[in-house]
C-alpha cells in the first residue's frame, strides 16, 4: 500500500506479517516519539517545551492586550518585547487556557501557579527530551490492522500526528496488532522530503534526521543561539523565495511573492522578479543583544532596503522584522535555479516529459485542454503533444532577450501554446512562463523508475473498465454510464465503446504530483466530459480504481469508481 500528503489512501499491496510493528521494537519507540506534541513554538508564553497553549488565548504583553489567534501572532509578542531595550518585559496570560501536553491530552489551567507547575515537569531550555521535531510525517498515512491468523481485519486512516501518537500507544499497549501501509513521505526540517518504503528505510530515516536540526526549545521564540557566522552561512546555501512581505504596515505580498533572492559570499544579493528582471544590491549583517540583523541595500528595489531584524529560523524559513509594521518570510528552496541560463534552460526542458498544470490565456483558465496531453521537448528543436495516443508535432526553441529567456513554441492547431513565453521561474521540477496577459504552468513528469506509476500504468491497460460509481455530491449519476465499455491504452489513448457500438476517444495520464493522480480527458462527447479533470486516486487493484475530486478545503466533491467489466 502507498500514501501521500493529500486526503485520501491508495491501496496497492497487502502488507506481510514481516512489516508488522512490534510492541517494544525501536521503530515503534521512533514513531511515537516523532508524533508527539512539539511545545517549543509558543514557549516565549508558557516557558516550556513538552506542551503547548490551545490557540486562541489572550495575553498581555507590556500592558498591551493581544488575543493570540495563529502561530505568526507569537512574533506580535515579540515586536512588543523588543520595540524598546531598556524596559522589563512582562507578559500575563488571562485563565483559564487549555493546555496540551507532549502525548497529546489536553488539560484546563485555572491559574498561573497550575501553569508553573506543569512547566517544571519539562526539559529545561535546550534540554534533550524524547520528542522528535526533525522529521514529520506527511499525513494521511495508514495501518493495516490484522488478526491473530495476520489476515488483515480494517484499515485505519490517519490524519495527524494526535491520531497517530494515539494508534501508537494501542500497539505498544498490545491492543492491536498492525502494519504501516507504505510507501510513506517524510518531511525534514528544511521541507525536503524522502518517500520510505518499508519498516528498515523508515527506521534509518528517522534516526539519520532526528538530531539534524535546532530544535530551538528555548523560552525566547527566536533564535539566539545560532552565530553570526551560522547564519551567513544559512543565507548562502540556496535561493530564498519571498512568501510574505509587509512594508510600513501595508501588505505588498502580492507584489513580491515568488521574488527570489539570492545572497553571494562576497556581499552581493540579487533579486530576480516574476518579470524575469534581476536587480543587484549589497547585504551584510551583525549580531547585537537582541539578535541578528540583515541589512539591505538596493537603488532600485526600496522596500527590501532596511536593516531587518531576524526574530526566527525554523524549518527551512526566515522571517525578518523592523519596527513600523515591516516583516518578510523567506522560504529556502534548493531546487530553484536562479542564474539561468540558455543551456541550463534547455536542458531541464529536455528532461522527461512536461504537463500543462495551468494556464490561463486572456483571463480565461485553459489547463482543462491539456488533461492527459504532456509535452516532449527534443533534442532537434521538435516538441510533440502527446494527443488520444498520437504525437502533434511542432517546433520550440529557447532565445535570449533582454529581459531574460523566452521559450518559443510552434504547435499547429494549437494557438495557447503557440506564443513566445518569458521563463520567471524555473526548478527541477517547475517551470513558470509569462507572456502579456498570458501565463502557464509546466510541471515534470518523469514515470520511468517511479513504481507505483508504473504498476497504475499495468492496471489500466490490463482489462476494460465500466463506471461502477459516478456521484457528485449526494447525488447518484452511475446510471448514465451503464453498458459502457472503456479501454486504456499503453499509448495513453482511451477508447469508449457505447451502448450502440460508437467510439468515444480520449486521452489519459497516471501522474504523481504530492500524491497519486489519473489524468482524464473524454473532450466534449457526453456523458463522458464531466468526468475531464485530474482525479485524485484513493484506491488501486486489479479489478478496481476509487478515484476522487477534493474541493481547495479538502471536501470530497465527486466520486468515481471503475471496476473492470
Known amino acids: 500500500m502507498f500514501t501521500s500528503c493529500q486526503k485520501e489512501v491508495v491501496e496497492v499491496t497487502n502488507p506481510n506479517e514481516a512489516e508488522a510493528l512490534v510492541a517494544n521494537s525501536e521503530l515503534t519507540t521512533l514513531i511515537s516519539s516523532t508524533s508527539k506534541m512539539d511545545g517549543s513554538k509558543d514557549n516565549i508564553i508558557d516557558r516550556a517545551s513538552c506542551m503547548s497553549v490551545e490557540l486562541p488565548v489572550t495575553v498581555i504583553a507590556n500592558g498591551l492586550e493581544i488575543t493570540i489567534d495563529s502561530e505568526e501572532d507569537y512574533q506580535v509578542i515579540k515586536a512588543i518585547f523588543d520595540e524598546f531595550e531598556d524596559d522589563q518585559d512582562s507578559l500575563q496570560i ?210 527590501f532596503s532596511l536593516e531587518w531584524y531576524v526574530y526566527d529560523i525554523e524549518h527551512g524559513r526566515i522571517k525578518l522584522w523592523a519596527e513600523g509594521g515591516n516583516k518578510i518570510i523567506l522560504a529556502k528552496n534548493c531546487d530553484i535555479v536562479f542564474d539561468q541560463t540558455k543551456t541550463r534552460i534547455e536542458n531541464y526542458l529536455k528532461e522527461c516529459f512536461w504537463r500543462v498544470e495551468r494556464l490561463n490565456i486572456l483571463g480565461t483558465d485553459k489547463e482543462s485542454d491539456y488533461i492527459g496531453t504532456p509535452l516532449k521537448f527534443e533534442n532537434d528543436g521538435v516538441v510533440k503533444l502527446r494527443v488520444k495516443g498520437q504525437l502533434v508535432t511542432g517546433t520550440w526553441e529557447v532565445l535570449e532577450a533582454n529581459i531574460g529567456f523566452v521559450l518559443q513554441i510552434h504547435i499547429d492547431g494549437r494557438p495557447d501554446l503557440q506564443l513566445e513565453w518569458l521563463v520567471t521561474f524555473l526548478e527541477a521540477d517547475l517551470i513558470k512562463l509569462v507572456n502579456i496577459n498570458n501565463a502557464m504552468v509546466l510541471k515534470r513528469f518523469c514515470p520511468d523508475g517511479d513504481n507505483d506509476i508504473n504498476y497504475i500504468n499495468d492496471v489500466m491497460i490490463s482489462s476494460n473498465w465500466q463506471v461502477a460509481l459516478y456521484t457528485e455530491g449526494d447525488v447518484d449519476k452511475t446510471d448514465n454510464y451503464f453498458m459502457y465499455s472503456i479501454n486504456f491504452l499503453e499509448s495513453g489513448a482511451v477508447a469508449v465503446t457505447d451502448p450502440n457500438n460508437g467510439l468515444i476517444d480520449g486521452s489519459w495520464l497516471a501522474y504523481r504530483n504530492e500524491g497519486l493522480f489519473l489524468g482524464l480527458n473524454f473532450g466534449i462527447e457526453p456523458p463522458f466530459q464531466v468526468i475531464n479533470h485530474r482525479w485524485k486516486i484513493t484506491s488501486i487493484s486489479q479489478t478496481r480504481i476509487e478515484l476522487k475530486d477534493f474541493s481547495s478545503t479538502g471536501t470530497v466533491e465527486r466520486v468515481l469508481v471503475l471496476e473492470v467489466k
Open 94 to 303: 488571562i485563565f483559564p487556557i487549555t493546555i496540551v501536553l507532549a502525548d497529546h491530552t489536553e488539560i484546563v489551567v485555572e491559574n498561573r501557579d497550575a501553569l508553573q507547575n506543569l512547566a517544571a515537569e519539562c526539559q529545561g531550555e535546550n534540554q534533550p527530551d524524547d520528542d522528535i521535531e526533525c522529521i514529520d510525517f506527511q499525513y494521511p498515512i495508514s495501518f493495516s490492522v490484522y488478526n491473530t491468523d495476520f489476515q488483515v481485519i480494517n484499515n485505519v486512516t490517519i490524519e495527524n500526528d494526535r491520531q497517530l501518537f494515539r494508534f501508537i500507544h494501542r500497539v505498544k499497549q498490545g491492543e492491536v496488532f498492525a502494519s504501516l501501509d507504505f510507501p510513506v513521505t517524510m518531511e525534514l526540517a528544511d521541507g525536503s522530503t524522502v518517500v520510505v518504503h518499508n519498516n528498515l528505510e523508515l527506521q534509518n530515516t528517522i534516526n539519520d534526521a532526528k538530531d539534524s536540526c535546532n530544535e530551538d526549545d528555548n523560552n525566547n521564540f527566536h533564535d539566539h543561539d545560532f552565530t553570526l557566522d551560522r547564519l551567513n552561512s544559512l543565507l548562502v546555501t540556496c535561493p530564498w523565495v519571498v512568501h510574505d512581505f509587509d512594508r510600513n504596515a501595508v501588505n505588498l505580498t502580492d507584489q513580491y511573492r515568488e521574488f527570489v533572492m539570492s545572497f553571494k559570499e562576497d556581499g552581493v544579493v540579487k533579486v530576480r522578479a516574476r518579470s524575469g528582471d534581476v536587480l543587484t544590491g549589497k547585504w551584510t549583517t551583525r549580531l547585537t543583544d537582541n539578535g541578528a540583523l540583515i541589512k539591505l541595500e538596493f537603488d532600485s528595489l526600496v522596500d
